[in-house]
């Protein structure tokens, strides 16, 4: 998807980028309709992307990992996205309990305690993903405004003796009942406190631990393979080891490295490129499981692949430049660039697939064939907490309008 000369991408990011394209498209695309039609956890694709030495792609090369870096991880989950988009999706809610904890933590202010103290605990949570293949989640959806940064989470953390004991509810929680893990954020609140979203904690919680249960049935339109049914938590016990950022963290990062709520964005590149890489095979006559029969000599078809290709250059590039953007304390229009490859791709990704249903007319409506899931997938994408693609435009209005603090009164 990314040639590694045309994006001037190191050795490193290219090999990674090739080895997950390979084992997507020879592996996970043969399972994605099952996953899909049954609504099941691609529980195969987890355990050869531990063999394959992916489930700790952001874990430092020294505690056993790949050590990629943010746009690093973000290219090579879009290319599990082209193939598996329910894989690359809740991949990418494991990948980032390492990635958060990990090198946006790193670009952060903590004191030497605090850092000291936050390389011990990540050091087991590292030890766990690289040596068993434990697996992550990072449930953020509460069903209302917490997940878009504008309340204090209603999962609450009360300190106890040695810990925290955790109650509150998570929605769309992907991977729920298949992590090992939970990686919750939680407001800390002691006795006669507020609320406050600068008391936000990430926490791992054992999918095991008392009080912790999965509800709910999962019959969603699309990314069915992400299983995200309801978690509930009451009075579960937190040990403080179980912290996957240092108190105060957290808000820290949402302030200062607002790129890392750009990380769900690769699975729908991937899905952009899947719509169009199907619309060409099909009017070439190569599409496995179709007639080969051409269909390119018409000049609408034509129009219509030299529209989507545009279009897909056009998200791509935009992405592209803002993910390489991606680091502490980003300018005024980093940001925007940042809300605008957001917005490109999660509507773009579906436009594109819109176009593709059209040009290949009934086939596409097909579930023996990849594209009809291709478009439900690509529609789930914009309304995707943190940032939908309306709070991205309404962010993008605003701050393009507004300097910080400026009112019309």
Known sequence: MFDPKAFRLSAHTAALADRARALAQTVFAGRAATYDREARFPTENYADL????????????????????????????????????????????????????????????????????????????????VEDGAIYSQPFSEGGAAAAGGVAFETRAVPTEGGWLVSGKKIFASLAGHADYYGILCTEVGPDERASRRNTLYLAIPAKAEGVSVVGDWDPLGMRGTVSRTLIFKDVFVPEDAALMPRGTYFQAASRWPHMFLTLSPTYVGQAQAAYDFTVRYLRGEQPGTPPVKRRQYPT??????????????????????????????????????????????????????????????????????????????RCGALMLPWTAELCVDRIGRAALYEPGETDE
Request: glycine letters at 8%.
């Open 50 to 129: 531990h063999k394959a030495g992916l489930l700790g792609i952001c874990i430092p090369k020294d505690q056993g990992g790949s050590g990629a870096d943010y746009r690093t991880y973000s290219i090579v989950a879009a290319e599990i996205g082209r193939y598996c988009g329910a894989t690359a999706l809740s991949w990418n809610m494991h990948v980032c309990s390492t990635l958060w904890s990990g090198a946006i933590v790193d670009d952060l202010d903590l004191n030497e305690v605090e850092r000291a103290e936050h390389e011990a605990r990540r050091a087991l949570h590292y030890r766990r993903i």
């Open 301 to 378: 078809k034509q129009i219509a692949v030299a529209e989507m290709r545009i279009k897909l250059e056009q998200l791509k590039a935009t992405w592209f430049q803002a993910i390489s953007e991606a680091g502490p304390d980003p300018s005024k229009d980093q940001v925007i660039r940042a809300w605008a490859a957001q917005y490109a791709v999660m509507e773009g990704a579906n436009d594109i697939a819109r176009l593709a249903i059209r040009t290949c007319g009934g086939q596409s409506m097909l579930k023996s064939l990849p594209l009809e899931r291709i478009y439900r997938d690509s």
